[in-house]
């Protein structure tokens, strides 16, 4: 499904190889996550690369589609949910609106990122709400609608910490206050 992040239909390596984009390493990544058949990764800029299967109406890539398709090679998460905190429109994950991304985790088909600032965004399954964005607070995003594309989780504002599982996500405030949803 492309999660080796190779341009080529091949489905196995047997040794470890550098991921390639443009014809280079991907280089200078500060964290990475897997979730079931697709990778994310963070660069030491706070831009947010994913590759892999994109499964049908999950959108778990973060690229505001669910159509499935497979993602041959690392592409900047993009085009995230404008909310009244960040009024991101067609930004970038990492970018200015959104804030320094720092750590990336994913779990299933879900996926979140923690920014510099404290902020969480999420994206993929929203099985039993686990997205934690409430019951449409952004105007478009509802409280158990798979997001295709990040959206930042409503109420958090100080996160140090996330960690996803598959019914779940678990945010650690500055204040030690534990948050889980789904």
């Known amino acids: 499904y492309a999660q080796t992040g190779f341009s080529t239909i091949d489905k196995v390596k047997t040794e470890p190889y550098a991921v390639q984009l443009d014809g280079k390493d991907l280089s200078n990544i500060v964290s990475i996550a897997a979730g079931d058949d697709f990778m994310l990764a963070v660069s ?35 085009n995230v949910q404008p909310t009244p905190e960040n009024k991101a429109e067609q930004e970038m994950l990492g970018g200015k609106e959104t804030g320094k ?43 158990t609608i798979n997001q295709y ?8 504002d100080n996160a140090v910490d996330i960690i996803v599982a598959d019914s779940n996500i678990a945010v650690i405030n500055a204040d030690s206050t534990m948050y889980i949803t789904g």
């Open 101 to 143: 991304v720092i750590k990336v985790v994913a779990a299933g088909q879900t996926a979140a990122a923690l920014t510099e600032d404290g902020s969480v965004y999420v994206w993929g399954s929203n099985n039993n709400g686990k997205l934690g964005i409430g019951p449409d607070k952004t105007g478009s995003a509802s409280s």
């Open 149 to 156: 594309r990040p959206v930042r989780m409503y109420g958090i």
């Open 44 to 78: 030491n800029d706070g831009t947010v690369w994913s590759w892999g299967r994109n499964s049908r109406d999950v959108g778990q890539l973060g690229r505001g589609s669910g159509t499935p398709t497979s993602a041959y090679i690392p592409t900047k998460v993009f």
